[in-house]
């Protein structure tokens, strides 16, 4: 009997510790990148993943980052560690540039500074240090529809996550109704996921004038705002007016912020995952508390984050003679996606493709938000290889003097039912 029992124990597989993981699919956006680099249509055209293309649809290593690189270089690359908290160049100029020198200085001894992974880990680092500071953790307002990652950076924290209406979808415009309204019924203590401009995917942002209303709610409800920075600069060619929402907050209001700043798509530097956190408190000592928690969540988490990105964009930014000529390429990469946009506009009508395109150049930013069903989108894919994401949201970045006649062409025929 015992000699049964053991045999059949031997021979049996034991459960394995990863027995109640379920299968999650592919992240949607990534997915799309990989079956568009399958694709062996000569014809294709990938309008999905937010990367900026140049005029030949080709990567674009900005020159300002080129030439921080050779300075870089000719100063001796290594590969030492840095301090757990970053870069202290990179936080302090990357901050002073989302701020502004006045405010930067007014503010200055309020400041939590934290190097991060781009904007996800930014927004990540800021949803470990909220969680470390509550219990149990507040609610987050996030807009619907929102960038596809932010719920699951939240709810993977533990964080309860509530959507509210941000777009109007019958106007294709920003619903500014119910935005307002969804402030002003927030659970006081909670947080607000902020597009600081760019906002992602519909391109709608609030106009100044909205960004005053919807600053002025979120500090009676007592909210606290957590704006995701990803495209200061990107947007209009000016990081200024980018970042006004952000300096009218700090300003102007009065309040407590923290803002998740991305380096990947105004400097290009997707891959170095070169991104920082910083929270503006209320006073001197919370700040130094809130700094030392976020040294230590960092270290808990990624000893101390990547190197080069933050050395590039540090050395960008604190010399005059390369913060103007990355002015310069924010306004080349802005404005070629504003003559997209226009050309994508343009030829939508000239092919007839059914239906009012206004929304298209009323938008900003990298994003177009088309409004197409989703059995077109499929058809623009499997028929006429153009990817975009399925919610009909496009990269402009994509488009080039070579494609948009095709991929306008195509919407046109898929709308008349060719
Ligand atoms: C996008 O929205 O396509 C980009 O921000 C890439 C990403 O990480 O989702």
Same mark, same amino acid.
Request: hydrophobic letters at 35%; one cysteine or more; aromatic letters at 10%.
């Given at each position: 009997?015992?000699?049964?029992?053991?045999?059949?124990?031997?021979?049996?597989?034991?459960?394995?510790?990863?027995?109640?993981?379920?299968?999650?699919p592919?992240?949607?956006?990534?997915?799309?990148?990989a079956?568009?680099?399958?694709?062996?249509?000569?014809?294709?055209?990938?309008?999905?993943?937010?990367?900026?293309?140049?005029?030949n649809g080709?990567?674009?290593?900005?020159?300002?980052?080129?030439?921080?690189?050779?300075?870089?270089?000719?100063?001796?690359?290594?590969?030492?560690?840095?301090?757990?908290?970053?870069?202290?160049?990179?936080?302090?100029?990357?901050?002073?540039?989302?701020?502004?020198p006045?405010?930067?200085?007014?503010?200055?001894?309020?400041?939590?500074?934290?190097?991060?992974?781009?904007?996800?880990?930014?927004l990540?680092?800021a949803?470990?240090?909220?969680?470390?500071?509550?219990?149990?953790?507040?609610?987050?307002?996030?807009?619907?529809?929102?960038?596809?990652?932010?719920?699951?950076?939240?709810?993977?924290? &533990?964080?309860?996550?509530?959507?509210?209406?941000?777009?109007?979808?019958s106007?294709?415009?920003?619903?500014?109704?119910?935005?307002?309204?969804?402030?002003?019924?927030?659970?006081?203590?909670?947080v607000?996921?902020?597009?600081?401009?760019?906002?992602? !995917?519909?391109?709608?942002?609030?106009?100044?004038?909205?960004?005053?209303?919807?600053g002025?709610?979120?500090?009676?409800?007592?909210?606290?705002?957590?704006?995701?920075?990803?495209?200061l600069?990107?947007?209009?060619?000016?990081?200024?007016?980018?970042?006004?929402?952000?300096?009218?907050?700090?300003?102007?209001?009065?309040l407590?912020?923290?803002?998740?700043?991305?380096?990947?798509?105004?400097?290009?530097?997707?891959?170095?995952?070169?991104?920082c956190?910083?929270?503006?408190t209320?006073?001197?000592?919370?700040?130094?508390?809130?700094?030392?928690?976020?040294?230590?969540?960092?270290?808990?988490e990624v000893?101390? !984050? !990547?190197?080069?990105?933050?050395?590039?964009?540090?050395?960008?930014?604190?010399?005059?003679?390369?913060?103007?000529?990355?002015?310069?390429?924010?306004?080349?990469?802005?404005?070629?996606?504003r003559?997209?946009?226009?050309?994508?506009?343009?030829?939508?009508?000239?092919?007839?493709?059914?239906?009012?395109?206004?929304?298209?150049?009323?938008?900003? &930013?990298?994003?177009?938000f088309?409004?197409?069903e !989703?059995?077109?989108?499929?058809?623009?894919?499997?028929?006429?290889?153009?990817?975009m994401?399925?919610?009909?949201?496009?990269?402009?970045?994509?488009?080039?003097?070579?494609?948009?006649?095709?991929v306008?062409?195509?919407?046109?025929?898929?709308?008349?039912?060719?």
């Amino acid at each position: 009997m015992t000699t049964h029992t053991t045999t059949v124990t031997q021979t049996e597989a034991p459960p394995s510790f990863f027995d109640s993981a379920t299968y999650i699919p592919p992240d949607a956006i990534f997915a799309l990148t990989a079956e568009y680099n399958t694709d062996t249509s000569p014809n294709k055209v990938n309008l999905g993943q937010g990367t900026y293309r140049d005029e030949n649809g080709q990567p674009w290593v900005l020159p300002s980052v080129q030439k921080s690189r050779e300075i870089l270089l000719t100063q001796g690359l290594n590969h030492e560690y840095l301090p757990i908290l970053g870069l202290q160049s990179f936080r302090d100029n990357a901050t002073l540039m989302a701020l502004g020198p006045d405010l930067y200085e007014k503010v200055q001894s309020r400041l939590s500074t934290c190097q991060a992974l781009s904007g996800t880990g930014s927004l990540h680092t800021a949803g470990l240090l909220l969680r470390s500071c509550h219990s149990p953790p507040p609610k987050i307002y996030i807009p619907s529809p929102t960038w596809s990652n932010h719920h699951q950076v939240f709810s993977s924290l &533990g964080f309860p996550c509530e959507s509210f209406t941000y777009y109007d979808s019958s106007h294709k415009d920003l619903n500014i109704e119910s935005y307002i309204s969804a402030l002003k019924t927030a659970t006081p203590g909670s947080v607000v996921i902020l597009h600081a401009c760019a906002h992602n !995917p519909t391109g709608c942002d609030p106009t100044k004038q909205q960004w005053i209303q919807l600053g002025q709610i979120i500090k009676e409800r007592g909210l606290f705002p957590l704006f995701d920075a990803a495209y200061l600069g990107f947007n209009s060619g000016n990081v200024d007016d980018d970042a006004f929402a952000i300096r009218y907050f700090v300003g102007e209001l009065g309040l407590e912020v923290a803002v998740c700043l991305s380096f990947a798509k105004n400097m290009g530097l997707y891959g170095e995952r070169t991104g920082c956190l910083f929270l503006v408190t209320r006073s001197k000592e919370t700040a130094v508390n809130a700094q030392s928690t976020l040294e230590m969540l960092q270290r808990s988490e990624v000893s101390n !984050p !990547p190197a080069y990105g933050a050395k590039i964009a540090a050395t960008i930014l604190s010399s005059r003679e390369l913060k103007d000529l990355w002015y310069k390429d924010l306004e080349t990469m802005s404005g070629r996606i504003r003559a997209m946009r226009v050309a994508l506009y343009n030829s939508l009508n000239d092919y007839g493709a059914p239906g009012n395109w206004d929304h298209l150049v009323r938008q900003s &930013g990298m994003f177009g938000f088309l409004g197409l069903e !989703p059995d077109v989108v499929l058809k623009l894919k499997e028929e006429y290889h153009i990817y975009m994401a399925g919610n009909s949201r496009v990269s402009i970045a994509g488009l080039n003097e070579t494609n948009v006649e095709y991929v306008a062409r195509s919407i046109a025929e898929c709308l008349k039912g060719y």
